[in-house]
């Protein structure tokens, strides 16, 4: 099992150019995550999906689109980026377990550069 | 809507127990997760609680009062390798109920 995995691993960025990052998880989990973490900021949701065909916007969506594309694919696009979009995105996903319990399980992370 | 708080950082000696702490004020919510992140790393989760009370998993041991809308984690027989950022976590009841964290404590374990 690979787990969460995205691509790219770095990405630098001019203002204005567009990107997608992708995301992809191989634990059958139905529900996907974007995150931003930015520093002394902690996580912030920017989408999510709770299950194949269904996104929805999280606390920081302005700027960004997403598309799930089936159960295991994920993506965030830019799509004209500004440097205030400068951070560490985290894709994940989730299963829910008895007693309410949400186990997230995150990808490696991009760092995106917006010069 | 929901509000974690944390200290930002922490700096411990190695051998030693350290306490993290989490207060919050939220409507509702099913448990307490925590989440640890190494420097250059992805979060990992560590521990959950559903009820009032201590749950111990190894060297960390995590507590909530709901009552007093409080909870930390413990960490035990601290190693170097414990230095990293750990992010309280709360998944509402109603609303949207995705994982809310915390802002994260940032733990320094020193020789």
């Known amino acids: 099992n690979a787990g969460v995995t995205q691509t790219p691993k770095f990405q630098v960025l001019k203002t204005g150019q567009s990107m997608t990052l992708q995301c992809a998880q191989d634990?059958?989990?139905?529900?996907m995550y974007w995150y931003r973490q930015d520093p002394g900021m902690g996580l912030r949701l920017i989408y999510y999906?709770?299950?194949?065909?269904?996104?929805d916007k999280g606390e920081v969506p302005n700027g960004y689109n997403v598309s799930r594309l089936n159960k295991r694919e994920f993506s965030l696009r830019l799509e004209s980026a500004a440097p205030s979009q400068t951070s560490v995105y985290f894709c994940?996903?989730?299963?829910?377990?008895?007693?309410?319990?949400?186990?997230?399980?995150f990808g490696p992370g991009t760092r995106l550069l917006v010069l | 809507g929901q509000s974690l708080e944390q200290p930002s950082e922490v700096t411990a000696v190695e051998g030693a127990i350290v306490q993290i702490n989490c207060t919050y004020q939220?409507?509702?919510?099913?448990?307490l997760s925590w989440y640890q992140q190494h420097d250059g790393g992805a979060p990992t989760f560590l521990s959950y609680?559903?009820?009032?009370g201590l749950e111990e998993t190894g060297r960390f041991s995590s507590f909530l009062s709901r009552s007093d809308s409080y909870g930390y984690l413990l960490l035990q027989e601290l190693q170097m390798k414990d230095s990293a950022s750990y992010f309280c976590?709360?998944?509402?009841?109603?609303?949207?109920?995705?994982?809310?964290f915390g802002t994260g404590t940032r733990l320094t374990v020193i020789p």
């Open positions: 999906s709770a299950s194949e065909g269904t996104t």
């Open positions: 939220t409507s509702g919510f099913y448990g």
């Open positions: 609680n559903a009820l009032d």
């Open positions: 994940a996903s989730s299963e829910v377990q008895g007693a309410g319990q949400e186990t997230q399980y």
């Open positions: 976590a709360v998944r509402p009841q109603t609303g949207a109920n995705n994982l809310f």
């Open positions: 634990m059958n989990h139905n529900s």
